[in-house]
């Protein structure tokens, strides 16, 4: 069975950081390409960075480039997402997705809030 079980949201004020992790089981985590999206209310889902299965290509949303950073340990099965600089407009529920042969797995998400 796949779980991706993220963690590290919460209230920060604007300006703060926050790291999210994402432990992933069930799976290859070597093969899987590893992404972050995230959704506010009313809004759609949107991707937020993206590191591939090999980890030395990453990609963000034009809204958080020079701010997160996304990272993998290969040894704890965890893709990492450092947030800094944090706004208001950041606040969503952050959901950890792994593509592997085409499917796509997704954790419960976890809900970050930024205060002004």
């Known amino acids: 069975q796949v779980q991706l079980v993220e963690s590290g949201g919460r209230l920060v004020q604007a300006g703060g950081s926050l790291r999210l992790s994402c432990v992933v089981s069930?799976?290859?985590?070597?093969?899987?390409?590893m992404n972050w999206f995230r959704q506010a209310p009313g809004t759609e889902r949107e991707p937020v960075a993206r590191i591939s299965w090999f980890g030395t290509s990453t990609s963000y949303g034009d809204s958080v480039k020079g701010r997160f950073t996304i990272s993998r340990d290969y040894a704890k099965n965890t893709v990492y997402l450092q947030m800094n600089r944090l706004r208001p407009e950041d606040t969503a529920v952050y959901y950890c997705?792994?593509?592997?042969?085409?499917?796509?797995?997704w954790g419960q998400g976890t809900q970050v809030t930024v205060s002004s």
């Open positions: 069930g799976l290859t985590f070597s093969n899987a390409a």
């Open positions: 997705n792994a593509q592997i042969n085409t499917r796509d797995y």
